[in-house]
């Protein structure tokens, strides 16, 4: 099992760049594939992007893909989402999760960090 918790959310404005944060618990990090999702007011919650247990594969949603950045540093138990060039359309509220290879569906998630973007 594995405890998640997002960092790094705030307000900026258009054009700025944000890096948030998603620290792990547990010793078994590196086995885990990560995701970042984000759910705006009213809106259903949208897929971000993911990497893969290693770090070596990336996927990204159409939309971000160009301006968002999925990494990870498993000696750290963490995993980062860089988001550059942001646009009033990217705030929400930004979620990690994570699943074990093995599982199709994520099914630990962190607790959110909101990022607004002001214009």
């Known amino acids: 099992q594995v405890q998640l918790v997002e960092s790094g959310g705030g307000l900026v404005q258009a054009g700025d760049s944000l890096r948030l944060s998603c620290a792990a618990s547990?010793?078994?990090?590196?086995?885990?594939?990560m995701a970042w999702f984000r759910q705006a007011p009213g809106k259903e919650r949208e897929y971000v992007g993911s990497?893969?247990?290693?770090?070596?594969?990336?996927h990204y949603a159409v939309s971000e893909k160009g301006r968002f950045t999925i990494s990870r540093d498993n000696a750290k138990n963490t995993v980062y989402l860089q988001m550059n060039n942001l646009k009033p359309e990217d705030t929400a509220v930004y979620y990690c999760a994570a699943r074990r290879g093995f599982d199709v569906a994520y099914n630990y998630w962190g607790q959110g960090t909101q990022v607004t973007v002001s214009s």
């Open positions: 990497i893969s247990a290693t770090g070596d594969s990336t």
């Open positions: 547990g010793r078994t990090f590196s086995s885990y594939f």
